[in-house]
């Protein structure tokens, strides 16, 4: 544990400081791990999870974190569905119950419930809103 703690000392501008983290030589990483750069590879990202071990070579020198391939997002289907649950959100304040058309402002739903030409008559400009159905745009 004496060399652990000594190379801990040396990154610990980067280390968590809790020396928790179990530490791998190079290339004898558990099976599951992957450093940020192979996760990448793999068209993956660590997510947002935290870094489970660190893996070293040449005494701690060279070191990198390792992350749980189980726990890595997709890179490119995480950002979509973030995007799309970020989008659910924002197309629930902003489509009219009624006409079902999806405006690029957020509608006062709580007391009209509707878009003002359904409400009132007031014809909505036609570039405020998109036609239904909305969904297609996230799928272009
Ligand atoms: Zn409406």
Do not use: N
């Amino acid at each position: 544990m004496a060399d652990q703690d000594q190379d801990l000392a040396d990154v610990a501008p980067y280390d968590p400081g809790d020396g928790s983290l179990p530490v791998f030589r190079w290339k004898q990483a558990g099976p599951g791990l992957a450093t940020r750069r192979q996760l990448r590879k793999m068209g993956l990202r660590p997510g947002g999870q935290e870094p489970v071990a660190r893996i070293e070579c040449r005494g701690g020198k060279r070191w990198a974190w390792l992350y749980r391939i189980d726990l890595a997002k997709p890179k490119f289907a995480m950002t979509l569905a973030k995007e799309a649950a970020l989008d659910a959100a924002m197309a629930a304040r902003q489509t009219c119950g009624i006409c079902r058309r999806r405006y690029f402002h957020c509608l006062p739903l709580k007391t009209l419930g509707s878009c003002l030409e359904c409400f009132d008559g007031t014809p909505a400009d036609p570039a405020s809103y998109i036609a239904p159905p909305a969904k297609h745009l996230l799928a272009a």
